[in-house]
């Protein structure tokens, strides 16, 4: 599994509001699929988003599920965003919580957790699974800091409307309504539903922002985006969506936190940490996730 590093913006004052479109590259996850967004090859990071995976929607059946076993993760946070369906959380801290609908769940990993997703209360009905789920780089300062998790309900998050476009505000700032969700740098992370024909100018407050359409179709100027493609705008530039049809779209964005290197779960500015990370795991020095035996050997 080779080592990837983030790359720079491109853009040139002659440019329009879109740096860069951005095709997803399926995964097989065994029993779902994922559309994996970030890191592709033509960008790695937009802000601190540093890994933007597109879930679902899946269906199980009655006794199936997600069961993603123990792993570690090193130098950054995660938030696992639902649509449909319920995840239970575990992690070596001792937290034992369900991810629904709205809900936000952010883990920071820091000098290392281990955690698990495994299917959650719906495991003995048939169900789906629908969501993204995004890990952040955390600042240089902050990449040893001591791990920690935090949850709030979907009811905790702001949600309004901003010409005609119902917004929920994840992480970060937005049209005057902040998230208590912590940031460890600038972020922004908007859930954004667009009835057909309304529009609206994304914040420009931030350093780079990203715009993904889950559902619909949102033309940015002269282009169109269909479901499953992510519009990187220009830094300094501001990028106005306008629904052709009902849309669902999600916005990323946030400070430029430099190089990072990403390998199997592990981010981190240094590539020896990296391998001391790896050997940790080998070796067994990370702590366990009680209750949760299983563990992902390293690849």
Known sequence: MSDQTANQPTCTPSEGAV???????????????????????????????????????AEFPPG?????????????????????????????????????????????????????????????????????QSWMALPLEQEECDPDFVHYPSTELPEFEQDG?????????????????????????????????????????????????????????ETDFAAGLMAVGCPGKAMRLEAASDSHVMVIGGANLGKRHIWWNYVSSSRERIERAKADWREGRFDTVPGDSEFIPLP
């Open 165 to 221: 476009v119902s917004v929920r505000v994840i992480m970060g700032e937005a049209f005057g309504h902040a998230s208590p969700v912590p940031q460890h740098a600038p972020t922004l992370y908007l859930e954004c539903r667009f009835p057909a024909a309304t529009r609206l100018t994304l914040p420009d407050h931030y350093h780079e922002v990203a715009a993904y359409v889950v559902a619909g179709n949102i033309r940015i100027g």
């Open 64 to 132: 199936e599920g997600i069961a993603v076993r123990p792993h570690p993760h090193i130098g950054l946070s995660t938030v696992t965003y639902l649509f449909e369906g319920e995840i239970m959380h575990r992690d070596s801290l001792g937290y034992v919580q369900p991810i629904r609908c709205g809900a936000v769940n952010l883990m920071t990993a820091g000098r290392g957790i281990v955690h698990s997703e495994r299917a959650g209360e719906d495991l003995n009905t048939s169900s789906r699974l629908h969501g993204i």
């Open 19 to 57: 740096e860069l479109i951005i095709e997803p590259k399926a995964k097989d996850l065994g029993g779902f699929s994922v559309r994996r967004v970030l890191p592709s090859v033509e960008r790695r990071m937009v802000g601190p988003f540093i890994f933007f995976d597109h879930m679902g929607p």
